[in-house]
């Protein structure tokens, strides 16, 4: 039996990916009412593919940006997409049109750039995600549960 402790992003992969190695039973202690009630359920979401190109995390953003991808299109998460990530600094000046400019944005700023266009970011809405993944994970979630010690068996000898 695994119980996990935290019913956020890491929790949720902890328990998914345990049950695809055979894990039957599984419990997710979550100290709130809901699962991602926090940063897990919070956050952009927005996945690259190619922003640890030459870093040691490189092999690290391209196989979780498809992961992402591979998991909702087979959990069937509507909030998927592919998009492309522009960096919009603040600024006085009219923006320079340029393809990837969305029309909405007409007021004033500073610089700005493409970060990824659509072939290596992406988004995800990060509640939508953690769900799914405990869903699918068939763990038992207890919810407004508080871990208060651990008790571990123990070899005599």
């Known amino acids: 039996h695994l119980v996990v402790i935290g019913g956020g992003i890491q929790g949720s992969s902890v328990a998914f990916f345990s049950a695809k190695l055979g894990v039957d039973k599984i419990t997710i202690i979550e100290a709130n009412d809901r699962v991602a009630p926090h940063a897990s359920g919070k956050g952009g979401g927005f996945l690259a593919r ?52 969305p029309q909405w944005l007409d007021g004033e700023g500073g610089r700005i750039s493409l970060m990824g266009d659509s072939s290596d970011t992406a988004q995800v809405h990060p509640r939508e995600f953690t769900e799914a993944a405990v869903k699918e994970s068939g763990a038992t979630v207890k919810l407004n549960a508080k871990v208060v010690g651990v008790l571990t068996e123990m070899e005599e000898g």
């Open 50 to 101: 190619s922003w640890g190109d030459g870093s040691v995390t490189q092999d690290l953003h391209e196989t979780s940006f498809d992961l992402h991808e591979q998991l909702a299109k087979e959990w069937g998460l509507k909030s998927y997409r592919r998009l492309p990530v522009l960096s919009v600094e603040a600024g006085t000046r009219s923006f320079k049109k340029a393809d990837y400019v």
